[in-house]
């Protein structure tokens, strides 16, 4: 009768176990690092934000192309979506070497005042605006948080509702003498008295996308502030 060789089985030593996971760790951190989870998820905000502000240049070129008698809102006046309760003091965004109250005119940090009739440094007509917000998302009138009722186009609204920032905030500022770069996140709009211009505007979040990045949107969009994201057809406002 055959006799059949039982050999025994080797495991791993637990060196060996020990190596293998100091490996994957090292890849593990590696990965981490070159794809910068935090900077991913800012980036993707960005994407949400020049598609949403690309939606509503689109809505808006069809409702001018398909309404007889349009209505962009009021000229020369500043709205803004904003999220929960009715915002007070100041909104912190984009860039300004004027000075916020009390803060240091060096501190390069554009502001629009929610109680008062200014967005100063908002837009470069800001000493005649007058800023209007709403939490409304509304498109079928004009009490959503840009009033044009998309509802007038003889195929109804192209979209649903209004789209508003992915990161909604108001921002910061720091006390005197001193700046903290926690910009605001939310859409704003103006409109002009003349061949129904206006101009949308939002803050890109990421190194990428922001001004300077490799995939600069802020500078190269023909507007006229450099740190912040405008569309539409009037980008001198």
Same mark, same amino acid.
């Given at each position: ?63 001018? /192309?398909?309404? +007889?008698?349009?209505?962009? #809102? $009021? ?7 904003? %999220? @929960?309760? *009715?915002? =007070? ?62 509802? /007038?186009?003889? +195929?109804?609204?192209?979209? #649903? $509702? ?7 905030? %108001? @921002?910061? *500022?720091? =006390? ?62």
């Amino acid at each position: 009768m055959n006799k059949r060789k039982i050999g025994s089985k080797k495991g791993f030593t637990l060196i060996e176990l020990l190596v293998v996971i100091a490996i994957i760790a090292i890849l593990s951190v590696v990965v981490v690092l070159t794809l910068n989870p935090a900077e991913m998820l800012r980036r993707s905000r960005d994407s949400n934000r020049a598609s949403d502000l690309s939606m509503i240049k689109t809505s808006i070129s069809l409702y001018l /192309a398909d309404v +007889s008698s349009t209505s962009l #809102g $009021q000229p020369a006046t500043c709205y803004y979506q904003y %999220a @929960g309760a *009715a915002p =007070s003091g100041n909104f912190y965004e984009f860039t300004s070497t004027t000075a916020v109250g009390s803060e240091n005119t060096t501190a390069l940090q554009t502001y629009a005042v929610a109680t008062a009739a200014a967005c100063s440094q908002w837009f470069s007509s800001a000493p005649t605006i007058v800023p209007v917000s709403t939490s409304s998302r509304a498109v079928t009138g004009i009490a959503g948080w840009i009033p044009i009722n998309l509802a /007038a186009i003889s +195929s109804g609204a192209p979209i #649903g $509702q209004w789209p508003v920032d992915p990161a909604y905030s %108001a @921002g910061s *500022a720091g =006390s005197s003498g001193s700046y903290n770069n926690s910009a605001a996140h939310f859409y704003s709009y103006v409109t002009s008295s003349t061949n129904n211009g206006y101009k949308l505007a939002a803050k890109m979040e990421s190194s990428l996308y922001s001004s300077g990045g490799s995939g600069d949107l802020e500078s190269t969009d023909g507007g006229t502030d450099n740190s912040m994201y405008e569309q539409g057809t009037a980008l001198t406002l």
